[in-house]
């Protein structure tokens, strides 16, 4: 093929890629009906049915339950809120551990550390990217109350194998499939098998409403307590009416996480497209797993067994030695023809100056001062190997599979691949 762009040549691809764009004039004309309406938020922050917010939100927490077949589901303005909102339903505090991955976003953790809790992070799978169970288990103490396990770049975490060592434990799991909505974990959906599951509407991901969130359980009092978090808490516990009062006060601080009107009007109509938006990701993304498998130094994403795949992102591995030039050249060479893929997705959390400096508030806390827990945690390099090797050497991350791109698209990327490819020698 032609001179490589990096060394001069032209480039494969001049076009952007353009954002994902998953919404059309359904979404237009409900986010019409709300602004009509005048009533932008249906909700309220004392006891009454106005509480658990208006009726697009009910519908669309309605809905959600009815496709992932779930007995409650609870909006909010994003998955952070989720995860806050699910570590505090399940009594998290002072003194406990929560087993958590160190490839995901980092509100995975963080929202352990807002209920003064310690991240407790375990390795993660070779192949699938999910927490790796045989990592967790190594990582369990008389402090640990629960696993947050992450259903990473769409794919199912091994929740058989997680829900045997919470049961062995009595451990809650809670599952960020934030990634992962419409995905499969054999008969059941991604984020529904544990505790509580949750998932985001953010503007990047399979469906979206800009910003906003979904938490799932079927648990009735988790329920309650998620609902409660979401709506200043403790203004309603005291109320005297029974549906809104909660067995335990424990984390009954609220907040105001609560979802608007229009965001879920626009939710409902997404949701009526998750099988066709995530089936588009899987076209493209097979088409370039066929047209990429013929070379030896790309690992292709696998799928676990009885599972499926959304592909949030295309994540593949680079094998530096069959290559015969590093993971960053390869990427620097595919960037200048016009593909912007990146290495290593993301940096293990560990290693991120909060966890390395142990400051999470004043003082340290709850690292350091901290009466109720007199651990010295260890976040040292070398904690998390799988994680690390696949940050600093493996992996690489394509994100150029959504709507509304196509298959001529996923050319332009086959295209630059075989061009490298074919002229790699001109790279050592």
């Excluded at 505090?93 to 995901?104: A, K, L």
């Excluded at 990634?179 to 529904?192: H, I, L, N, V």
């Excluded at 070379?295 to 499926?308: D, H």
């Excluded at 509304?404 to 990327?413: H, R, S």
Aim: charged share 25%.
């Amino acid at each position: 093929m032609s001179k490589l762009a990096i060394n001069g040549g032209t480039p494969i691809r001049t076009k952007y890629f353009g954002p994902s764009i998953t919404t059309g004039k359904e979404e237009v004309e409900a986010g019409t009906k709300v602004l009509e309406s005048g009533l932008l938020s249906g909700f309220v922050g004392s006891p009454s049915d106005e509480f658990f917010g208006g009726k697009f939100v009910k519908q669309l927490e309605k809905d959600w339950s009815e496709k992932f077949n779930v007995k409650h589901s609870v909006s909010c303005n994003s998955a952070t809120s989720a995860l806050i909102m699910a570590m505090g339903a399940i009594e998290i505090g002072p003194g406990d551990e929560v087993i958590v991955s160190p490839y995901t976003m980092s509100a995975t953790a963080t929202a352990i550390l807002f209920y003064n809790a310690i991240p407790i992070f375990a390795d993660i799978e070779d192949d699938m990217f999910c927490l790796d169970p045989k990592s967790i288990e190594k990582r369990i103490t008389p402090n640990t109350k629960a696993i947050i396990t992450t259903d990473i770049h769409g794919q199912p975490s091994d929740m058989d194998a997680i829900m045997d060592i919470a049961k062995k434990y009595d451990l809650r799991v809670v599952v960020d499939a934030a990634q992962s909505p419409g995905a499969k974990y054999k008969d059941k959906y991604a984020g529904t098998v544990g505790d509580v599951g949750v998932y985001s509407l953010n503007r990047h991901k399979n469906i979206q409403t800009g910003e906003g969130g979904i938490a799932v359980t079927k648990d009735d009092e988790l329920a309650l307590r998620m609902q409660l978090i979401r709506n200043h808490a403790e203004a309603l516990t005291g109320s005297g009416i029974e549906r809104f009062t909660p067995k335990s006060l424990v984390n009954m601080l609220g907040f105001n996480f609560r979802m608007t009107e229009v965001e879920a009007a626009i939710g409902i109509e997404q949701l009526k497209k998750i099988d066709d938006l995530n089936a588009h990701r899987l076209e493209l993304t097979e088409y370039l797993n066929e047209k990429l498998s013929k070379y030896e130094a790309i690992i292709l994403p696998k799928v676990r067994p009885g599972c499926s795949h959304i592909y949030y992102m295309h994540i593949m591995k680079f094998d530096e030695d069959i290559a015969g030039i590093s993971r960053e050249r390869f990427i620097e060479a595919i960037r200048a023809e016009g593909i912007t893929i990146w290495g290593g997705y993301m940096k293990p959390l560990y290693l991120e100056p909060l966890y390395q400096k142990k400051i999470a508030y004043k003082g340290g806390y709850p690292f350091k001062n901290n009466s109720a827990y007199d651990k010295v945690i260890d976040y040292s390099k070398g904690l998390c190997p799988v994680a690390e090797r696949l940050y600093e050497k493996e992996t690489i991350v394509n994100i150029y599979n959504y709507s509304p791109l196509t298959i001529e698209d996923m050319e332009d990327i086959v295209n630059g691949f075989e061009k490298v490819f074919s002229n790699i020698s001109d790279l050592k």
